[in-house]
């Protein structure tokens, strides 16, 4: 019974870090009209941002099952 409280509070604290990679302040700091690698700076940390966040859930979820 432990385990799935942990794992509840790991799943709760990824909700919080995603509200917060996804919140205005955050990616108001991102948009300077700047490129990388040919894409806008903005595009570039949304993507990896995101890409980021699904991989930690596949690792909390793996470890539910």
Do not use: H, K
């Not at 942990?6 to 009209?33: E, H, I, M």
């Amino acid at each position: 019974m432990a385990q799935r409280a942990v794992q509840a509070q790991r799943l709760v604290a990824l909700f919080v870090l995603g509200c917060l990679l996804f919140s205005y302040p955050l990616l108001a700091l991102f948009d300077t009209g700047g490129v990388a690698f040919g894409i806008p700076v903005l595009y570039a940390y949304l993507f990896g941002a995101w890409i980021g966040f699904i991989a930690l859930l596949t690792l909390v979820a793996e470890r539910l099952s």
